[in-house]
């Protein structure tokens, strides 16, 4: 087991702790998801593939609008909450435990659009690892197809290296629970240390650290276009309502 799939597995079954509404996250970045697809010219007749699909947000989201959807991630334990959840809803998802840098192992079709959400692209430790999980992902594209991520906004975060991320407070029906990221910088590297705190008779602290990677949009822009897409756009949270910067790529 590498580092990368501890983390996930680590995070297995926090999702719902990380969004005020679950629900309403997943029904607002399908429809969000789905703007984007149609703005550029991707319909429901469109084979899609959550890449890095974790707990299954955008996956299950999506599969509840009607979308031909196939999802991997790198963590097994993560990804079984996604199909737990999708046999619930009654969703046909194809699964497939497999690090985004070997799609090819084991989808053999190509795909209209690929998604890869919520920073993913930024826990490859290394220039060579993006560009290993960028050449597998555009590889993985019909010509014509789009590829789409969300990442944090790491040509601001290096101007200053802040230590740690805004606090996000829920009110639940024992107290508040409070969920923070501290950051430890080296170079370009830097350690996560993500902390929910349950604030209620007895408090109860879920700590789970992990190593990522500050990409600029420059070195992320150059990479996909290296690997054989012709159109690289950034979109941000004020265009889109979502909390990440997004890259789409056309191949």
């Known amino acids: ?7 996930y597995d680590s995070l297995t079954g926090c999702s719902p702790e990380l969004f005020r509404d679950l629900q309403e996250a997943m029904q607002e970045q399908a429809e969000m998801l789905e703007k984007i697809f149609y703005d550029n010219g991707h319909n429901k007749e469109s084979k899609v593939l959550d890449c890095a699909c974790g707990a299954g947000i955008q996956t299950l989201g ?20 996604a199909k737990w959840e999708a046999v619930r809803r009654n969703l046909k998802i194809r ?7 070997k799609l090819a192992d084991v989808f053999k079709a190509k795909f209209d659009i690929i998604i890869a959400m919520n920073n993913a692209l930024s826990r490859m430790p290394s220039r060579e690892a993006l560009k290993d999980a960028v050449e597998s992902i555009v ?28 606090p996000y407070v829920q009110n639940t029906e024992n107290g508040q629970r409070i969920s923070f990221q501290t950051w430890m910088w080296e170079n370009e590297n830097y350690k996560a240390v993500q902390y929910i705190i349950e604030d209620k008779k007895t408090p109860e602290v879920n700590k789970v650290e992990y190593e ?12 996909l276009t290296l690997c054989g897409c ?12 979502f909390y990440q910067p997004m890259v789409i790529a056309r191949k």
């Open 62 to 81: 999506l599969a509840s609008l009607g979308y031909n959807m196939s999802s991997s991630d790198i963590s097994s334990k993560a990804m079984l909450d």
């Open 95 to 101: 699964f497939e435990y497999k690090d985004l840098r």
């Open 212 to 223: 990522y990677r500050a990409v600029r949009r420059i070195e992320l822009t150059e990479l």
């Open 139 to 166: 590889d993985q594209l019909e010509d014509g197809g789009i590829f789409i991520a969300g990442i944090r906004d790491y040509d601001e975060l290096l101007k200053t290296k802040p230590s740690c991320s805004m």
């Open 230 to 241: 012709n159109s690289v756009e950034w979109k941000f949270p004020e265009e889109t309502g």
């Open 1 to 7: 087991m590498n580092i990368t799939q501890e983390f």
